[in-house]
């Protein structure tokens, strides 16, 4: 087992200045039996180029070319291709430690888990990244897939193992509607499957603070509810397609109280308008009723039934939910 292939998935879209330094990092790896999927997601700079010449060099790589489609269509081509046991996802324009790899390999059979992560630093250029690195002993601790969230500070899909056999068996990929938050959602679904996973208390991932990474999107208050929305629907239609166990439906009902938290907040934030917060919040799917669920679903499910019909109503009731443990 501890000899099985990776698949470490590179989406890759215009990042010429920064594709060379993070191959470099993959195929230095110590754990050297791994295949590396560069996935060119319609990159219009020599982005192509330079992940081609790179699969000259190593036989490990190989590279997808398609139409620009978003990163949730890239990293799905990569794990369609991947043939490993299991799969990283590294972000183009960032760094990993060279004993990455080895390091969450080996935490999955020590621990007998099926995932592992590690943590992160963030940095701007690659002067920083040599300053502040530190040699750090890898302490790995089990957790709960409820502490991934609060220990990296967020939901991010890279620097974590994944298990392909569940990928595939339970039909997981990103949702390629989802142009923003697509790890919440895939995170959020695959830990559905999994108990506790293995971190490895060190920073060995290192995310690249760019001018693309902090969009004046983000800041734009409509955008993002648009984006909670989005999520809120993708929710929704993992509901209705799969038939989950009593477990599952809570995490997801959970996940979805999760996005209407934050698109309340978004509108609280933005200051925006009662009247103006619900038009915004619109077109979503309903959670379909189940009478053995908990209180919680069944009220979420009436404040998704009178959605549009009565808005005070709605609002009362996504309220009580949110005030429910």
Not at 196 to 206: F, L
């Amino acid at each position: 087992m501890k000899d099985e292939l990776v698949s470490i998935i590179v989406p890759v879209y215009n990042t010429e200045n920064y594709i060379d330094i993070c191959v470099k990092s993959i195929v230095n790896q110590t754990y050297s039996n791994i295949e590396i999927i560069l996935v060119d997601d319609g990159s219009t700079d020599a982005s192509a180029k330079l992940c081609d010449d790179w699969s000259i060099k190593d036989k490990r790589i190989t590279v997808l070319h398609q139409k620009n489609s978003g990163v949730s269509a890239a990293r799905n081509s990569g794990i369609e291709y991947a043939s490993g046991k299991w799969i990283m996802f590294v972000d183009a324009d960032d760094i990993i430690d060279h004993e990455l790899m080895d390091d969450l390999v080996k935490t999955v059979i020590e621990m007998g888990v099926k995932t592992s992560l590690c943590g992160y630093r963030r940095f701007i250029d690659e002067e920083q990244l040599h300053f502040d690195l530190k040699i750090e002993k890898s302490n790995k601790l089990l957790i709960s897939t409820d502490q991934i969230k609060n220990i990296r500070q967020g939901y991010f899909g890279w620097g974590i193992l994944f298990d392909k056999e569940i990928l595939d068996t339970n039909h997981l990929r990103f949702d390629p509607e989802l142009k923003n938050l697509e790890d919440v959602y895939f995170l959020s679904i695959y830990s559905m499957f999994i108990e506790n996973v293995g971190y490895i208390k060190k920073q060995s991932y290192y995310y690249r603070i760019t001018a693309g990474s902090i969009t004046s999107k983000c800041v734009d208050a409509k955008w993002q509810i648009n984006s909670w929305n989005k999520l809120l629907t993708s929710f929704g239609e993992y509901l209705l397609d799969n038939h989950l166990n009593a477990r599952q439906y809570q995490n997801v009902l959970a996940m979805r109280r999760h996005c209407i938290n934050n698109l309340w907040a978004e509108c609280l934030n933005a200051n925006l308008g009662y009247k103006e917060s619900i038009k915004l919040m619109k077109n979503f799917k309903r959670v379909p009723f189940q009478t053995s669920k908990r209180l919680s679903g069944m009220i979420l499910y009436l404040a998704e039934f009178v959605h549009g019909r009565i808005p005070v109503l709605e609002f009362l009731l996504y309220s009580l939910v949110l005030r429910r443990k």
